[in-house]
């Protein structure tokens, strides 16, 4: 089984950004702890600030891998170019948030990813991600 992790923008400050909201371990961190916990499973890890190298990271491997864990950022909010990359592919996608993103301002609480994919999951930290791996395993 092979996984994508990415994440869009600003999740490069994991740990050093607003650690009332996303604590302060950074990804890297959380991503080894994630490689050692599903040896079987092929992780790979990607992250950009810049939305159409997100896209093009999409379409690479939108039709080869069995899933896509993804935490858009602030482009789940803005986005119609990422949506339609989902929506185009057929690796299915699991959107993944730190925090739970309706608790937020307002503008945080409408996705425009989330109908073209798979599901979401939000709220529960860097768990977040392992949730998101887990549905794969489980389906």
């Not at 996984?3 to 009332?20: D, H, S």
């Not at 302060?24 to 499973?41: A, G, M, N, Q």
């Amino acid at each position: 089984m092979k996984i994508l992790l990415m994440n869009g923008p600003n999740l490069n400050l994991l740990g050093k950004r607003e650690r009332g909201i996303y604590g302060d371990t950074c990804f890297e961190t959380y991503y080894k702890e994630l490689v050692s916990r599903y040896p079987h499973i092929e992780l790979e890890y990607y992250q950009s600030n810049i939305e159409g190298e997100l896209i093009d990271k999409i379409h690479a491997v939108g039709y080869n891998y069995d899933g896509i864990v993804f935490n858009a950022g602030a482009y789940t909010h803005t986005s119609v170019a990422i949506r339609d990359a989902i929506a185009g592919v057929t690796t299915p996608v699991v959107e993944v948030h730190i925090s739970n993103t309706l608790t937020r301002e307002n503008f945080r609480h409408e996705s425009i990813i989330g109908p073209v994919c798979r599901g979401s999951i939000m709220g529960f930290g860097l768990d977040s991600y392992r949730l998101g791996i887990e549905s794969f395993i489980k389906n």
